[in-house]
């Protein structure tokens, strides 16, 4: 406890001054007093930690990729309590917040966690956990005893997290794994394995004999012990993991018989799912055996449609003020026609809709890429679209091209993504923004995951409508990891309209005809999405009711 240690360090220095100065015994003794009540009160501490009404818990990211932060922690009763909404800002973790329904819903990777107010019983992917006490709500935010929370999102959180109790921080590296959780859920027919994982592997063996089943992941490096200690059930009787030289090779023994067997890794989360059919499902009211409380379900599909409708868009004019972003070949800004260009956008969008609209900035200003996003959050933005120009040390270099939150899978997208994010280093404190490594580069995408399928079709849209009517060289959708990207809590792209490093592109960009182009393009895009997103939310949800 920091406050203890310095004023105890006050204490001894002016118990030195005092000793020199032995005209004042009486004053001597009472600081020695003061200076033994104090050591009392360091020793207990080392036992336990004395909490305040409320406090901070240091959250650090010793390598990155996040910037250090404050996490507010309160005692009540005799549990510690941790603020949700802070943990969640401080992770970068895409939340959803229902205060009607005093529901809080953390998002990480595949998984859905939902805390609900004066509620006990947390929901965790399919699983419902009983917490030693209930969530609270109180100076307008979420809180979970601390200790709970902590083992259950360790458990899910694709990095190692480590609780230093005596200094009153959460370390949090990127994890060495990638193959980092397991978890078993039954079903009304059988038996589902959740396998989390950071990358796509090639799955093979997937074989099934004597009721045991195997399956060898290339190159896979597994949390064994998390593996280990995470206990079996259904129709799993026991889990053996061999580390081999290239591989991982999973075996699970089985209780039971399997009618069919299944292994699939999914794109998007790269979530390994292993299913175990033991049974067949005769009526089809049986089939649904989910273990969500109905109620719970209810109340996810009315909060998944609030959720899409996509009522607000954010327009981020790249660059700005001291950053001018590209410069053309005879001396254009980006960050000047970009800002053209978005101003375009809000007007068509203004005009033609009542859609709100904001702008990450209408002016000549300079953005830290952070605070993009953290202001579309803010904004409550549905979409967020990122305005850029290119530029090439390949004069020939043209066309328009549209990027969404991914790591980079080419040389070119991955250069792209180096060149805008080369911004930050107009930025004060550049320490923030670490290195897009790989492993960092899985924390800042948890929270796009989930948008990542929403993300890729909106920028294929976007470079339909760009082709229509601009008619310039399409280039295509591509991924790469662009800071401006991360953090959105929304489907996120960013576009970048032409080569300004190109003379005839360049020469293009300076008209308001094809400015007034682009903006019409990307307005076309963004009403093709919403209607494309709200059917399809309106068909899950009449489908699941
Ligand atoms: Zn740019």
């Not at 965790?124 to 030693?132: A, C, K, L, T």
């Not at 998944?304 to 972003?325: A, L, M, R, T, Y």
């Not at 229509?468 to 280039?475: A, G, K, M, S, V």
Request: overall charge neutral.
């Amino acid at each position: 406890m920091c406050y203890n240690k310095n004023s105890c360090r006050e204490t001894i220095y002016c118990q030195d001054e005092v000793s020199r100065n032995a005209r004042e015994p009486l004053l001597s003794v009472l600081i020695r007093y003061i200076y033994l009540i104090l050591t009392g009160l360091i020793l207990l501490c080392a036992y336990d930690i004395p909490v305040r009404a409320e406090q901070s818990l240091a959250v650090k990211f010793p390598v990155g990729p996040l910037p250090d932060a404050q996490v507010n922690v309160r005692q009540s009763g005799d549990l510690l309590y941790i603020d949700l909404n802070s943990f969640a800002d401080a992770l970068n973790i895409h939340t959803y917040i229902n205060n009607a329904k005093g529901k809080i819903q953390f998002t990480v990777g595949a998984i859905r966690i939902i805390f609900t107010t004066d509620n006990a019983f947390v929901v965790v992917g399919s699983e419902v956990i009983q917490f030693p006490a209930e969530v609270i709500w109180a100076s307008e935010r979420f809180w979970a005893p601390l200790d709970a929370f902590l083992n259950t999102f360790t458990g899910i959180y694709p990095a190692e997290i480590e609780f230093e109790r005596y200094s009153w921080t959460i370390n949090i590296r990127p994890s060495k794994f990638d193959t980092y959780a397991i978890e078993y859920n039954l079903k009304g027919n059988g038996t589902l394995i959740r396998i989390s994982c950071s990358k796509l592997f090639d799955i093979s063996g997937a074989a099934l004999r004597n009721k045991r089943l195997s399956i060898t992941l290339l190159g896979a490096k597994i949390n064994r012990k998390a593996f280990e200690s995470t206990p079996v059930s259904g129709a799993v009787k026991k889990l053996i993991v061999e580390e081999l030289p290239e591989a991982v090779q999973l075996t699970f023994k089985l209780n039971t018989n399997i009618l069919e067997h299944t292994v699939w890794q999914d794109e998007n989360t790269y979530q390994i799912n292993i299913s175990l059919i033991t049974k067949r499902i005769s009526s089809e009211s049986d089939s649904e055996a989910i273990i969500l409380p109905n109620e719970e379900i209810a109340d996810f599909l009315e909060d998944e449609q609030e959720k899409w409708k996509i009522d607000c868009i954010v327009i981020d004019p790249g660059h700005g003020g001291k950053d001018p972003g590209a410069i053309g070949a005879t001396g254009l800004y980006e960050k000047t026609v970009v800002l053209d260009i978005a101003l375009r956008l809000q007007k068509l969008i203004k005009k033609e809709t009542d859609l709100k609209v904001v702008l990450t900035r209408d002016d000549d200003t300079f953005i830290p890429l952070k605070n993009r996003t953290k202001f579309a959050n803010q904004a409550g933005g549905k979409l967020f679209i990122s305005l850029h120009c290119n530029s090439s040390k390949y004069k020939s270099a043209h066309g328009f091209e549209t990027f969404f939150l991914k790591p980079a899978r080419n040389e070119s997208a991955m250069e792209v993504a180096l060149l805008e994010n080369s911004v930050i280093k107009y930025e004060e404190s550049r320490s923030q923004y670490q290195d897009l490594t790989e492993e960092n580069y899985i924390l800042l995408a948890m929270a796009q995951a989930e948008f990542a399928r929403e993300s890729e079709s909106l920028a294929a849209i976007v470079q339909n409508k760009l082709k229509i009517h601009t008619q310039q060289n399409d280039r295509g959708v591509d991924q790469a990891g662009f800071y401006v990207l991360v953090g959105a809590s929304m489907p996120a792209i960013l576009v970048e309209t032409g080569f300004i490093s190109n003379k005839r592109e360049e020469k293009l960009h300076k008209t308001k005809k094809f400015r007034q182009k682009v903006a019409q393009a990307v307005f076309d895009s963004i009403m093709e999405f919403k209607r494309q997103e709200e059917r399809k939310s309106a068909a899950t949800s009449s489908a699941q009711r």
